[in-house]
């Protein structure tokens, strides 16, 4: 018979090795990077499950410039997910997506924006500013797909102006 240590533990490993298989089953793949095309790739939003191997993934990076690193990727993964949205046809409540994907992006600009400041990582200024210049280009082509003013062209329109906010942060702190 056995103890419910020995359940809890099996319990922990199980969920230690679902949670690594989807942090390596993840959806995303590189492209090769262009001046105005994405570095990642994914075929669906992430979902509560791969967010949660996100975070574990993120823990258990130990140095600023793997965290700073692995920000960036998130950072383009969400980008990468609001173009899959607004380019699918499959997703019946795309509208909804839309609004949450917006936010999310605008939330990681400015997660990886604070984290570079709070660790002095002055030499990923540049880089970044860069980076997000390069997604203020994709985010504008990407609002064009909306008429203007509507909704859905203000919700990208907020992104294209976090873009410029984040990167004069970055350039004047």
Do not use: C
């Not at 008429?147 to 990167?167: C, F, M, N, R």
Request: aromatic content about 12%; overall charge neutral; cysteine-free.
């Amino acid at each position: 018979m056995r103890s419910i240590k020995s359940y809890f533990l099996l319990i922990f490993l199980t969920a230690i090795i679902f949670i690594f298989g989807l942090v390596l089953n993840n959806s995303a793949y590189a492209q090769e990077s262009g001046n105005s095309s994405i570095n990642i790739q994914v075929n669906h939003v992430a979902g509560f499950f791969e967010k949660i191997a996100e975070k574990l993934q993120l823990f258990l990076k130990f140095n600023n410039q793997d965290k700073v690193s692995y920000h960036q990727n998130l950072t383009e993964k969400r980008l990468a997910e609001l173009k899959f949205v607004i380019n699918s046809e499959s997703y019946t409540d795309k509208d909804y997506l839309l609004e949450d994907t917006t936010s999310r992006y605008t939330s990681y600009l400015g997660v990886l924006t604070d984290f570079i400041i709070n660790n002095h990582l002055n030499e990923k200024r540049k880089d970044m500013t860069a980076l997000f210049d390069r997604h203020r280009k994709i985010l504008e082509g990407l609002r064009d797909h909306f008429p203007v003013e509507s909704g859905w062209w203000l919700l990208l329109d907020q992104d294209v102006a976090a873009t410029k906010i984040y990167s004069d942060k970055l350039n004047n702190t």
